[in-house]
């Protein structure tokens, strides 16, 4: 028979109470922090899964942010574009208006000065800013795309394509954008065009009897003197209004990540909104029309007319476009959503506290630790000592 | 037989029931003693020869005084002792490991980790904006102090082990000078064998043994005279003549991250030889300073350097606000997590961080004075002019010659030159006719394309940057190919840590039972019982009160004897 002693006893009985108030420890833990992982060591496979679950949260959380600000550019752009459609039809009432026959020139002239308004708002239109960002300049975001620019050019080195120096009449000389850099080099500068009929003055000389302009393109012609004022090319000066599309690469585009490995551009390029440098824009256009009004040319302002409807089209496709993408940023955000509900609720199965569970599991250890404790007092007391 | 004898009879049973009454005191006082092993008196029916009877009794003899003691179990407790050292201390260096990384927290690396993505992802949105650029560097502050806060944690750790090893070898060799004068005083004082057991020495000497244990595994022998030789890794600790201590060397050591610590070796002073202890806490604290924490800390530093790496080859792709490109995130400096820091260009601000991406500017060359090269040379303006001036415009080249008369020259093949668009060079047909003879001195304009700087409005590098995140730029294979995000490797290594700590917590536990039930086995036998103590006391005294009365009797025999003759 094993000797059992008094130290034993005692032993046993702390050994007990220690490992219950251990057990209760745990407990306690777990209720007060609501978390059932509080070191690695709790549950290793749980602590992995629950920190990659904590980083996915993360960035389901950012992918809405980047999906809501992707919003606010696409519904920017739309209004724009909106605006922009309603300008076009009007021109293209216009335009109707002044390939009527029975205008008279001073009614033409009317005709384009309203036009030249229109002008104005698509400037204005293409100009669009959400937070100061330029939204139709590619990732230029600081530099407004188009600019209605008053040139101030003295004609000196006319240069041919050949680059020989021209000074005979009839010529017919490319105007440069002069903000650059100055005119004595025209390779360096690119040609200006679009130049807004009605603003352009050459040393009192007069449209249509020295001179005429081909607006959309930025040349004059210099036509034979017939009244003797008209010696050479060369130092005249010549004021003009124009429209400047910026010289910066607008192509960029401006991206989101919504999802994993989905990125969505919320821009529309200006080439896709409004034409290339290299196609008919939209200020082609107008200014096509501007010029049949100014010159009260019916013909030409008919001509106009495809080219208006063409940039009104391009401008709907833009739209489209636009709608499309905030489309699919919409139902990327309701998936979002139901994902971020899906890993909040996995993170939770993980890592909280069943409280049903542990509070019972606690007042269970709870009446087991009083027990050892009521036990413990009654065993260790008696011993012959007492009985002496 | 004389009265006399009956008389000292009655004395040595006294003497007898005294000595064991003695021990009944000393057994009951140091019940809570630790180490204490409960005494016994062995008693033996004493005789002597008689010339009549032959051999008589004698009264009682106390033959000797027992521990009561279990030697197997003694060496059994001996050996867990020192697996319960090597846990117990292995589990408190783990938990401290636990507590450098605080994971599960927001204030563990991995928090740090996914502010730091998503403030790239907030720049990508808004990559002129300066509060947006100020939260990635703030971001980055972070997380760069959380890395470096571990880093340094883990090196003062290193230093604290360095110092615990020391102070650990300082309380070895105390317990070896302990037990060498126990095994002194027990030689001497059982040189008059059995009787004269050193009961109370042995105990101490059994006490200073399992606390030896606890820190280093040894094997212990007891020779003739009672004295333990205790050897470690087979070199002798204690020999018969005395403790041979233990010495700490202290030398210099580099980490892994460059920064020095003062390294702390043990040898034996038998050998010289430096000791590699096979057991015990001081082989924990050991395996802490040259695996554990290693294996942590290189892991961390690791991913310290490709979070440099992988961010500084791309932000070095990418072009800040004032359109310079190549400039690093971090400091590629960086060794470890102790060291990683922003670099020098961003820390000097916001307008540094390099969120475009960049594309393609159309460029306006200057008009260049240059002079047509030798014959059959090109004149490579893409590589002796600007490395800039290639991927001409089409139709944009014009080349004059300086004159007067300032004459232009015709391209095409044929005539005066021609021009490589992409490579930026020009070749001159070198006749002197059309004045494109060597050494003409020319001017040349162009146009050109190159890589630039797209504006303000362009996140992608933030973007891209950003989407390291989900790129796999750590945990290499062997063959050098990266198998996960930064983010899953670090919590991958934070599992690891767990399973290895709830390893080690669950082992402890086993030892820590066995060792429970040892002592109890050990207490079974050597412990004492108080009513088992009692119960014997009252024996005692009765055996006392009986030896008296029994001498009283004598003395009334003895007083009846001397009235006769009066």
Same mark, same amino acid.
């Given at each position: ?8 006893i005692?032993n ?29 060591s709790?549950?290793?496979? !749980?602590?992995?899964?629950?920190l ?7 960035r389901q ?14 519904? +920017? ?6 605006? !922009? ?8 009432e ?5 390939s009527?026959?029975?205008?008279s ?17 698509m ?13 139709f ?5 600081d ?5 209605i ?5 003295t ?13 005979? #009449?009839?010529a ?5 954008? +002069? ?11 690119p040609?200006?065009k ?20 081909d ?9 034979t ?12 000066t010549?004021?003009?209004?124009? #429209? ?29 909104a ?5 196609? +008919? ?13 100014h ?13 208006v ?13 636009? !709608? ?16 971020? +509900? ?6 939770s ?29 009654? #065993? ?8 002496l | 037989m ?11 049973g006294l003497a007898?029931?005294?000595?064991q009454?003695?021990?009944?005191g000393?057994?009951v ?20 020869q008689d010339?009549? *009877?032959?051999e008589v ?9 027992? &521990? ?18 090597e846990? /117990? ?13 605080? @994971?599960?927290?927001?204030? %563990? ?6 502010k ?14 300066? =509060? ?13 102090g959380?890395f ?28 070896? /000078?302990?037990?060498?004068k126990?095994?002194?005083?027990? &030689? ?7 009787r ?9 000497? @059994? ?31 204690v020999?018969? /003549? ?6 700490? @060397?202290r ?14 070796t043990? =040898?034996?002073?038998? =050998? ?11 082989k924990?604290?050991f395996?802490?300073r ?21 961010v ?13 490109t ?20 961003v ?6 961080l ?7 500017s159309? %460029?306006?060359?200057? $008009?260049?004075?240059?002079?047509? $090269? ?6 490579d303006?893409?590589?002796t002019?600007n490395?800039? *001036? ?11 010659t300086?004159?007067?008369p300032?004459?232009?020259?015709? /391209? ?10 992409r490579?930026?060079r020009?070749?001159f ?7 494109t003879?060597?050494?003409?001195d020319i ?16 996140g ?13 730029i750590?945990? $290499?294979?062997?063959?050098g190919? *990266? ?12 599992g690891?840590? %767990? ?23 050990i ?9 088992? @103590? ?25 007083? =009846? ?5 009066q």
């Amino acid at each position: 028979m094993t000797r059992i002693t008094y130290g034993m006893i005692s032993n046993d009985v702390q050994v007990g109470i220690q490992n219950n108030a251990v057990k209760l420890d745990e407990l306690m833990t777990k209720l007060s922090t609501g978390k059932v992982l509080n070191q690695p060591s709790d549950d290793s496979v !749980g602590v992995t899964k629950s920190l990659k679950l904590h980083s996915q949260s993360n960035r389901q959380d950012q992918y809405l942010r980047n999906i809501q600000d992707g919003q606010a550019w696409l519904s +920017t752009s739309e209004t724009a574009l909106k605006s !922009g459609n309603d300008v076009l039809q009007r021109a293209n009432e216009l335009a109707i208006q002044g390939s009527n026959g029975t205008y008279s020139a001073p009614e033409r002239l009317y005709l384009r000065s309203e036009v030249r308004v229109l002008v104005d708002q698509m400037v204005s239109i293409a100009n669009t800013t959400l937070k100061g960002d330029f939204i139709f300049a590619g990732t230029q975001t600081d530099t407004p795309p188009y600019s209605i620019e008053s040139a101030t050019d003295t004609l000196s080195n006319v240069e041919n394509d050949n680059a020989e120096l021209l000074d005979t #009449i009839p010529a017919t000389v490319q105007l440069y954008d +002069t903000t650059l850099r100055d005119s004595s080099t025209p390779t360096g500068n690119p040609p200006a065009k679009d130049i807004l009929p009605g603003t352009m003055t050459i040393d009192g000389l007069v449209e249509g009897t020295d001179y005429t302009v081909d607006y959309k393109n930025g040349t004059v012609n210099f036509l034979t003197d017939t009244a003797g004022d008209l010696a050479a090319v060369q130092g005249l000066t010549i004021n003009y209004d124009w #429209i400047r599309r910026s010289e910066k690469d607008m192509s960029g585009s401006v991206n989101r990540e919504v999802q994993q490995n989905m990125t969505i551009p919320v821009n529309v390029g200006p080439d896709q909104a409004f034409g290339g440098r290299t196609e +008919t824009s939209v200020f082609d256009a107008l200014i096509g029309l501007m010029q049949g009004l100014h010159t009260n040319s019916p013909s030409q302002t008919q001509a106009s007319m495809p080219e208006v409807q063409d940039s009104l089209k391009r401008l709907l496709q833009a739209q489209t476009t636009a !709608g499309s993408r905030m489309n699919r940023l919409d139902t990327t955000q309701d998936q979002n959503r139901q994902d971020y +509900t899906a890993l909040q609720e996995q993170t939770s199965l993980i890592e909280d506290v069943d409280f049903a569970k542990t509070i019972s599991d606690f007042q269970n250890r709870q009446q087991v630790y009083q027990a050892s404790m009521q036990v413990g007092a009654k #065993i260790i007391q008696p011993s012959l000592v007492n009985f002496l | 037989m004389s009265m006399f004898d009956l008389l000292n009879i009655g004395t040595r049973g006294l003497a007898a029931a005294q000595s064991q009454l003695d021990l009944v005191g000393q057994n009951v006082t140091n019940a809570n003693t630790e180490g204490y092993s409960r005494k016994r008196a062995n008693l033996q029916a004493g005789a002597r020869q008689d010339g009549v *009877y032959g051999e008589v009794g004698f009264g009682v003899d106390v033959v000797n005084i027992k &521990s009561m003691r279990d030697s197997l179990l003694n060496r059994q407790m001996q050996e867990v002792a020192t697996t319960l050292g090597e846990r /117990e201390q292995l589990d408190k260096e783990l938990l401290s490991v636990e507590n450098v990384l605080t @994971e599960p927290s927001d204030s %563990g690396l991995n928090k740090f980790l996914d502010k730091f993505w998503s403030s790239w992802q907030d720049l990508a949105n808004n990559p002129a904006d300066v =509060t947006a650029r100020q939260a990635v560097l703030d971001a980055s502050s972070s997380l760069v102090g959380r890395f470096q806060d571990i880093g340094n944690q883990f090196n003062q750790l290193i230093a604290a082990k360095n110092e615990e090893i020391s102070s650990y070898t300082g309380q070895i060799n105390q317990l070896l /000078e302990g037990i060498a004068k126990d095994n002194q005083t027990i &030689s001497e004082s059982e040189m008059g064998g059995e009787r004269t057991t050193a009961n109370d020495t042995r105990d101490q000497r @059994e006490l200073k043994l399992n606390a030896l244990s606890r820190m280093l595994e040894i094997s212990y022998t007891e020779d003739a005279q009672g004295r333990y030789v205790i050897t470690a890794a087979g070199s002798l600790l204690v020999s018969t /003549e005395g403790a041979l201590p233990l010495k700490v @060397e202290r030398s210099q050591f580099s980490l892994a991250d460059g920064s020095q610590v003062s390294r702390s070796t043990v =040898t034996l002073s038998s =050998t010289g030889q430096e000791l590699e202890p096979a057991g015990g806490s001081l082989k924990s604290l050991f395996v802490t300073r040259d695996d554990i924490i290693p294996r942590y800390q290189n892991q961390i530093d690791e991913y310290a350097k490709r979070l440099v790496q992988s961010v500084n080859a791309q932000h070095s792709q990418g072009y800040d606000l004032a359109g310079s490109t190549g400039t690093n995130f971090f400091d590629p400096a960086t060794t470890g997590a102790s060291t990683i820091d922003l670099s020098a260009t961003v820390k000097n601000g916001t307008a540094f961080l390099a969120a475009a991406f960049g594309g393609t500017s159309q %460029g306006l060359g200057a $008009p260049l004075d240059l002079t047509i $090269p030798a014959a059959g040379e090109p004149l490579d303006i893409g590589n002796t002019v600007n490395t800039n *001036y290639r991927n001409f415009s089409a139709n944009s080249v014009i080349v004059r010659t300086v004159g007067p008369p300032s004459v232009l020259l015709k /391209e095409g093949a044929g005539n005066d030159y021609t021009v490589d668009y992409r490579g930026g060079r020009i070749m001159f047909n070198n006749s002197a006719a059309s004045m494109t003879a060597p050494g003409t001195d020319i001017t040349v304009d162009f146009r050109y394309t190159s890589a630039a700087y797209n504006g303000q409005g362009d996140g992608n590098n933030a973007l891209k940057i950003a989407q390291l995140a989900q790129t796999k730029i750590a945990a $290499p294979d062997q063959f050098g190919n *990266y198998t996960a995000t930064l983010g899953d490797a670090y919590s991958s290594l934070v599992g690891k840590l %767990g399973a290895e700590k709830s390893n080690s917590a669950s082992t402890l536990t086993t030892a820590t039972n066995l060792k429970d039930y040892l002592q109890k086995q050990i207490d079974s036998i050597s412990g004492v019982s108080m009513d088992e @103590e009692l119960g014997n006391m009252v024996k005692f005294q009765n055996s006392y009160s009986a030896s008296a009365r029994y001498i009283n009797t004598v003395s009334r025999l003895m007083d =009846t004897l001397i009235g006769l003759g009066q």
